[in-house]
């Protein structure tokens, strides 16, 4: 009888442990609430950040596809590894092919 209880009590507990949800973290606030405040207002901080880090990720896309319209309208010259370089007005402006990469490097 008393090998069936203590079974019973195995099995009790690991039904338990299986309502219980595994992969969610605890409220912060419940474990250490002297951080709480101090990290959720970092991470509204970056969270803002990263918001309008997008919308200028955004622009500079838009403001590459114009440059690179430009350039191609242009019909410069390439080096021989297909490369577009040139210098002008203090700037001097890289464009490597197939990787779309643009260098632009003020003369200082």
Known sequence: MAKKDSMQKEVSKSEKAEEV???????LIDVLPKKAKPIIAVARVLKRLQISRASAQEKENKQKA?????IEEA??????DGKIKFHYDGITLTVTPKQES??????E
């Open 21 to 27: 949800d595994v992969g969610v973290q605890m409220d």
């Open 66 to 70: 114009i440059l690179l319209n430009l």
């Open 75 to 80: 019909n410069i010259q390439r080096l021989p």
């Open 102 to 107: 643009v260098s632009i490097k003020e003369d």
